[in-house]
C-alpha cells in the first residue's frame, strides 16, 4: 500500500471499505516539473512553456500535452508497486491537475525579467520552427 508520507504531490483518502481516492496537490506538482526543467516566460506579452536541460539547453514545448507526459513519466518511474502506480496514473489522466490556467505562470516562472539568453534562444527556435 501506498503510504501518504512518501507522495509529497498528492494525498490519499481512505474510506471504511478499504478503497481510497487521490487528490493532487497543484503546487507539489508544477514543483516537480519545475525541478525537472520545465519553465514558463512572457516574452512581448506572449506566454511560451520551455524546457532547460542539465546544460542549460532551451526547447520550447510547442504542445501544452508535453507538461501532462512530462509529469505521467515522473509519476511511471516512482517506486512503487505497479497496482498503486498505476491507479495514481489513472486518477492523474482523470483529474488533470495540469490546467492551462494562472498556476503555471505562477509556479513555472523563474524571474519576472528573463535573461537575454534566454530571449535570444527562444527568439532563434521560433525561427527555425
Avoid at 516537480?32 to 524546457?51: A, N
Avoid at 526547447?59 to 498503486?84: T, V
Avoid at 503555471?104 to 528573463?114: A, H, K
Wanted: cysteine-free.
Amino acid at each position: 500500500m501506498i503510504q501518504a508520507k512518501d507522495l509529497k504531490f498528492v494525498t490519499i483518502e481512505t474510506f471504511k471499505n478499504g478503497s481510497f481516492k487521490f487528490h493532487f496537490i497543484e503546487r507539489e506538482v508544477y514543483g516537480i516539473l519545475k525541478s525537472l526543467g520545465y519553465r514558463f516566460v512572457r516574452i512581448e506579452r506572449k506566454p511560451i512553456l520551455y524546457f532547460l536541460d542539465v546544460s542549460s539547453r532551451i526547447r520550447i514545448l510547442w504542445h501544452f500535452h508535453e507538461l501532462r507526459d512530462a509529469f505521467a513519466d515522473y509519476i511511471g518511474q516512482l517506486d512503487l508497486p505497479i497496482k498503486e502506480r498505476d491507479e495514481i496514473l489513472n486518477t492523474f489522466y482523470a483529474k488533470r491537475p495540469i490546467k492551462r490556467n494562472g498556476l503555471i505562470e505562477l509556479y513555472l516562472t523563474d524571474s519576472p525579467e528573463p535573461s537575454y539568453y534566454l530571449i535570444e534562444e527562444i527568439k532563434m527556435q521560433r525561427i527555425k520552427d
